[in-house]
């Protein structure tokens, strides 16, 4: 393994340290998703330090809008519960100048690091490929839903 591997290897496993909560709170919204579209799931992993730093195995489905919401659970969860602890403490931020209140610098980190996991993986990106896009029996309607949402996924994962 080459110095610039190595070095890129031990950012991402610090990284992932530090925005650990945003990590759990990704794969708590797959499982919440799954409930609530009645899949079951079989097995939950919210944080590990190797690739990836968690996940969740659950009934596979072809009904498209299952398949949509759980893999943009965190996307949808995540960016809420980020920007709903966020936007309080940047107010107190910018308008007190709060600077040294260490639990508005704890929120701060947990909604920092909430929102740094909002984003859906690859892994769930080829699954909307697969189980949507590519699928013969999803509806067309589903398919352009869920087709800029993949692209997005891709792009930013560069």
């Not at 940047?90 to 920092?112: C, H, K, Q, T």
């Amino acid at each position: 393994m080459d110095a610039q591997c190595c070095c890129s290897l031990e950012l991402g496993i610090l990284i992932s340290l530090i925005t650990f909560p945003g990590v759990v709170v990704h794969e708590l919204a797959h499982q919440i998703f799954c409930i609530f579209c009645g899949l079951k799931v079989y097995k939950v992993k919210y944080f590990q330090l190797s690739n990836p730093n968690g996940y969740v195995v659950h009934e596979s489905t072809d009904c498209s809008w299952k398949v949509f919401l759980t893999c943009m659970g965190p996307f949808f969860i995540n960016s809420v519960l980020g920007m709903s602890i966020l936007l309080p403490i940047s107010i107190d931020l910018m308008v007190f100048r709060e600077y040294n209140n260490p639990l508005i610098l704890l929120a701060g980190w947990l909604g920092f690091s909430i929102l740094m996991h909002a984003f859906p993986s690859r892994g769930d990106a080829k699954v909307m490929i697969s189980r949507i896009i590519k699928n013969p029996k999803a509806s067309q309607l589903w398919k352009v839903i869920a087709a800029p949402f993949v692209a997005l996924i891709y792009i930013c994962s560069i």
